[in-house]
């Protein structure tokens, strides 16, 4: 393939640089780190205690792990044409490079923007989650309480200097965390079970009737926010060792371990508290839910260590989304659709420390806006962007997989299988495009009933689709592949 830019060797593992002597990304993540890396943007503490809960209170109540099941089904078809595609996606764009390759240079830079803006919603969106978990968990310490983005701007800082470091720093950082809360998560399953729950195990995951009592659409839109970032391995593909089969094995790792992880831990909640007070407490102590069941079933220690695990959890979020984010802007900036100083990487750390600082400031000037306005920092600074989030991902899993098929039916002299190439990501299409409608239906309800905010959203994604072509045709093409 022809391109501007030639490729040598480096002496250092063999590391592609340009001729000009501008470092690449590098790293040697396996796929455990990878997993670890993107399930820690899934939270899994945080979710528990927040989105399982909003789940269980406005969706389809005892029902809701088994929307985990279908959810999970749904992105599986994904994942298969996802990892198919992947030997031959070069670059480490993620959905950009995916639906670049199969949809085009527009709408593969379109997708880039609703990407980017998606993923950095996120990131801000949960230091309203954080700045109030610190200062809980603080004054049970004794401590007097102060602002919310006090304290969101000292993890802030954290994140930035992570950020800025080698990407193997932060995906040991998160293997810590995330060991951690899933190891207490477990602990709390286990125990609950063990002891029969408030009163005997809860039926809802199999009862028909209650997966579809209630609003069952709420309930698998609040699922699809539990997934967020699962598909990110491929972000890191520069960075991974042998990033052909590491891509593969950490995308269908974190899919599964996400799913039955969600499935279990959001039944046992249920049981907990039992299925006949389940939407009750979830309705009127959503905020205390977890924590009560918690002090119930692993007594005061676990209570604290829930407590926080609940906080590091949400570090753990916000540190991967924002090495998730500043690759993006990595790879655009390579791609010339930002100013290209942001596409260089660190000479040492092998990072992209410029795209990260680029990252911190957007993601600052969001926080200090949010605090300046007095939004509340859950039900609106992170619901709001949580649901921009929602809206742009659900959007992208469906392009990238009519991406796949569009891709293999281009080029049958790549011998993957019908199953791959065409079934699989087909009925992924479908089942995601079904769950995008499901998402706009309730798009309202994402952002606290304010309709002028679900129709800025719809415009900040058009107007990214608009703005993807007018950038095809304005910026030269840099080939890297």
């Known amino acids: 393939m022809a391109s501007d830019v030639s490729l040598e060797l480096s002496p250092i593992a063999d590391v592609p640089v340009r001729s000009t002597g501008t470092t690449r990304l590098r790293g040697n993540l396996g796929v ?28 389809n109540g005892t029902g809701f792990p088994a929307t985990y099941i279908v959810t999970g089904i749904a992105l599986l078809l994904f994942a298969i044409g996802f990892t198919a595609m992947t030997p031959y996606v070069r670059t480490a764009g993620a959905f950009y490079a995916y639906i670049d390759k199969g949809l085009g ?40 309480s102060a ?85 990110a391995t491929a972000v890191f593909r520069d960075e991974a060792h042998d990033p052909e089969r ?88 390579e791609r010339n659709v930002f100013p290209k100083s942001l596409g260089v990487a660190h000479s040492r750390h092998f990072s992209p420390h410029r795209a990260s600082i680029a990252t911190s400031i957007v993601v600052a000037a969001l926080v200090i806006l949010g605090a300046v306005t007095h939004l ?15 809206v742009g991902v659900v959007l992208l899993y469906a392009l990238a997989s009519l991406a796949v098929v569009v891709f293999f039916a281009r080029h049958r002299e790549h011998k993957v299988g019908i ?4 079934v699989a990501p087909g009925l992924g299409f479908l089942a995601l495009a079904a769950l995008f409608g499901l998402v706009l239906q309730n798009l309202k309800t994402l952002v606290g009933g304010s309709d002028p905010l679900a129709v800025t959203i719809l415009a900040l994604l058009i107007g990214a689709f608009v703005l993807g072509p007018i950038l095809a045709k304005l910026r030269p093409k840099l080939e890297l592949e």
Request: net charge neutral; hydrophobic share 50%.
């Open 32 to 59: 455990w780190q990878i997993v670890f890396m993107v399930t820690a943007a899934a939270s899994p503490l945080g979710v528990l205690g927040g989105t399982v809960i909003v789940g269980i209170g406005t969706g």
């Open 105 to 144: 240079r527009s709408i593969g830079l379109s997708a880039g923007l609703v990407a980017l803006l998606s993923y950095i919603a996120v990131e801000t969106g949960c230091y309203g989650l954080i700045g109030p978990g610190i200062d809980n968990l603080l004054q049970s310490w004794g401590f007097p």
């Open 147 to 231: 602002p919310w983005w006090v304290y969101a701007f000292g993890v802030f800082a954290v994140v930035t200097y992570f950020g800025y470091r080698n990407i193997e720093l932060s995906g040991k950082v998160l293997a810590v965390g995330l060991l951690a809360e899933v190891a207490i998560c477990l602990v709390f399953d286990a125990v609950v079970i063990a002891r029969g729950g408030d009163s005997g195990l809860s039926t809802g995951i199999i009862s028909h009737d209650q997966v579809f009592s209630g609003a069952p659409g709420v309930g698998i839109l609040f699922a699809i926010l539990s997934f967020l970032g699962f598909e």
């Open 246 to 333: 590491t891509i593969k094995r950490a995308t269908y790792s974190s899919l599964i371990l996400i799913t039955v992880f969600y499935a279990l831990s959001s039944w046992a909640l249920i049981t907990a508290v039992g299925d006949k007070n389940a939407v009750k407490i979830a309705t009127e102590n959503s905020g205390t839910m977890l924590s009560d069941a918690t002090h119930r079933y692993l007594g005061p220690v676990g209570f604290q260590a829930i407590q926080v695990l609940f906080v590091t959890s949400l570090f753990a979020c916000i540190l991967s989304f924002h090495n998730i984010v500043s690759r993006y802007v990595f790879v655009l900036s």
């Open 376 to 390: 509340d920092p859950i039900n609106q600074f992170y619901t709001w962007l949580g649901g921009f989030s929602a």
């Open 419 to 422: 199953w791959k190439g065409a």
